[in-house]
Every structure is written in structure tokens, then in C-alpha cells.
């Protein structure tokens, strides 16, 4: 079972004054997120539906220029994740252009995010591979620490349509310990409910 350490997600800003960040959140004008395939145009679709179980559904953007050099989504609930409660957000499809690694645009961007949306009350969770070290470090830098092992069960024999079971929760972070062993969900909430206005 991993355990990971968790520190305050403390302010970020971005490298200098030719970044800049937006938000998308779903349209009809732009109802596919700026950088994700056709597919995600389901995100619209759930928004617009009410499948999504709150109204937050939106994805940080950052430019480098003209150029979109860094993505972060948040998303509501729903059948992929019948963990979290109805108020609950969670980080997904956190990218950064290859070019742009390494300077803290993620960072920046989850900072951001859990700027926005933590209330003190919702959960905020992160699904990340136990064999991605770079997304595991993120969510580390940024005050998650693990929750639960997760497993995805396809529905149907069909893979898009499958959701996340815990299938154990893991012990409180330890001080100082790091282990990768296992995917991880992560939730913030009291986490952050604890380091008030700088979170919040
Ligand atoms: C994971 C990813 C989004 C990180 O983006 P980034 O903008 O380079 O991240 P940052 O520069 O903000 O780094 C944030 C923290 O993670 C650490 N980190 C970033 N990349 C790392 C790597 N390859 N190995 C170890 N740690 C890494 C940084 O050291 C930093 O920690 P620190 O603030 O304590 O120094 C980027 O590597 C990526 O797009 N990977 C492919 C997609 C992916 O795996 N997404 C995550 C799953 S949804």
C-alpha cells in the first residue's frame, strides 16, 4: 500500500508575464475543451443533460502565446465515478505540452483550481497510475495524499462505459514516506479544509 506525505498546496503563480490562463467551461459555441479529441464533446452533452451531478464542469487552460501549453479538467460525478458525492470535483486529464515541462504549469494549474472550487465542504479527488511518477510528484506537490486502491470495471464488455471501484483505502499519509505501489484516488477535502484562506 503507498503512502504519501501531504503539504499545504501553496501559492503558484505562473514562469513569467507571456503565460496566461482561461477558463472553458461547456458551450455551444466551443462544446468540445480546447486540445481534447471529439470524443470529449460528451462533456457538453453530460453538462447539458444533467448527467453530471453539479454545474462545475470546466478546464483550465494555459497559453504561451497562441499556443494552449497546458490543460487541466475538472469534472462533476458521474457513472465513471460513482464515488464521489454529488458536490464533488475531480482533476482529470491534467497535460502539459512536452516542451513546457518542468516549470510548474501544472502546479500552477491545480493551485489554481483548488483556489476555486474547495469550499471546505466538497471532496476533490485525483485518480492517477501508480506507474506514472510525474503525475504522482503533481499531485504530492499540490496537497493530495492517497485515499483508496481503485480498480475500473468495464460494463457491457465495453471499456468507455466502465467506472472506478475502491477496492481499499489506504492508511493516513505517513511523514516523509513516498511508495508508488498501487493507484491511488485522492481526496483533499479535509486536507484542505484544514489550511484555510490559502486553499479556500
Ligand atoms: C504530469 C504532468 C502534467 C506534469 O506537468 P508539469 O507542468 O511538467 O508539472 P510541474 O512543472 O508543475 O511540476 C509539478 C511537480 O511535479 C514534479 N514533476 C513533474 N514532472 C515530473 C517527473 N517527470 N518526475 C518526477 N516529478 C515530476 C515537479 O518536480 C513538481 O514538484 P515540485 O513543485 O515539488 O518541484 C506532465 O508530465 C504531463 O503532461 N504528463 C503526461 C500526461 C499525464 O501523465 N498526466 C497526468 C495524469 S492525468
Not at 482561461?22 to 464533446?41: D, E, F, G, K, S
Not at 470535483?89 to 505540452?97: E, K
Not at 471532496?123 to 492517477?128: A, E, G, K, R
Not at 511523514?175 to 484562506?197: C, D, K, M, W, Y
Request: hydrophobic content about 40%.
Amino acid at each position: 500500500m503507498g503512502l504519501v506525505h501531504s503539504k499545504p498546496a501553496s501559492h503558484a503563480t505562473l514562469p513569467d508575464s507571456g503565460y496566461q490562463y482561461q477558463w472553458w467551461h461547456p458551450c455551444l459555441q466551443q462544446p468540445i475543451p480546447p486540445t481534447l479529441p471529439l470524443i470529449n464533446i460528451a462533456w457538453s452533452i453530460f453538462h447539458f443533460l444533467h448527467i453530471f451531478s453539479n454545474r462545475h464542469c470546466s478546464v483550465l487552460l494555459i497559453r504561451h502565446g497562441s499556443r494552449i501549453v497546458h490543460r487541466s479538467c475538472v469534472l462533476p460525478r458521474f457513472f465513471r465515478w460513482p464515488f464521489m458525492a454529488a458536490d464533488d470535483l475531480q482533476i482529470t486529464a491534467v497535460w502539459t505540452h512536452p516542451e513546457f515541462r518542468h516549470l510548474g504549469l501544472a502546479r500552477f494549474a491545480l493551485t489554481t483550481i483548488l483556489q476555486r472550487f474547495s469550499d471546505g465542504k466538497r471532496t476533490l479527488w485525483y485518480l492517477t497510475q501508480s506507474d506514472n511518477p510525474a503525475s504522482l510528484a503533481l499531485s504530492h506537490a499540490a496537497g493530495f495524499s492517497p485515499f483508496a486502491a481503485m480498480e475500473r470495471k468495464n460494463r457491457f464488455g465495453i471499456h468507455a462505459l466502465g467506472n472506478f471501484r475502491i477496492v481499499n483505502h489506504c492508511p493516513r499519509p505517513a511523514q516523509g514516506r513516498f511508495s508508488s505501489e498501487t493507484a491511488s484516488v485522492i481526496p483533499a477535502a479535509n486536507f484542505l479544509h484544514q489550511q484555510g484562506p490559502t486553499t479556500s
